[in-house]
Each structure stands twice: as C-alpha cells, then as structure tokens.
C-alpha cells in the first residue's frame, strides 16, 4: 500500500491579530490603515516590503508625506503602529 501525498500547508497571509505576515507583505500585499477626515480629506498609513519594509503615511489634500525604511519586519510593525497612533490623536478633536 502506497502512502498517500500529504497536501502541504497552505502560506499564512495574516496573523491572530489582522496584520499581514512577512510572506504576504513579500508578496507584495500591503496593510493600511485609512482615516477619513471628510470626502476629500484623507490619511492613509501603509506598510509594505520593498526589498526592505516601508511604513509610509499620507495626507492627500494638504500634501504632507512621511516615509521611513526598516530592515525588521518588527521595527517597522513598532513604527506603523506608532504612526496610528499619532494620527488617531491629532484626529480626536475633529473626529468627534
């Protein structure tokens, strides 16, 4: 009796807590976090892998862009979360 093929283990795409793994963000899959302050007002944090990891934050209509390079994946994980984090803040009044 032959034995049978064991399917192998699909990649993981996302961790426990939604964030992307490094399989996907080097798959070229990004994770963003948007905050819309109006229609047209908007900021947007994303991380991605480019060779190494980016954590890019962007507010289209006042044309204000920060970007950062990490080689860990775990520093710019600590970064993007930083970054939310401010926003979040700096929204706080006007979100309300």
């Not at 807590?17 to 080097?26: E, K, Q």
Request: charged fraction near 30%; glycine fraction near 4%.
């Amino acid at each position: 009796m032959t034995p049978k093929p064991q399917a192998k283990p699909s990649p993981k795409f996302k961790n426990k807590d939604g964030s992307h793994t490094a399989y996907s963000l080097a798959c070229g899959y990004h994770q963003e976090a948007i905050f819309f302050v109006t229609n047209s007002e908007q900021y947007k944090v994303t991380l991605y892998q480019d060779g190494c990891y980016h954590v890019k934050c962007k507010c289209e209509i006042i044309a204000v862009e920060w970007w950062e390079s990490w080689t860990k994946l775990s520093d710019a994980r600590k970064d993007f979360a930083k970054k939310v984090k401010e926003i979040k803040q700096a929204l706080k009044p006007i979100m309300r």
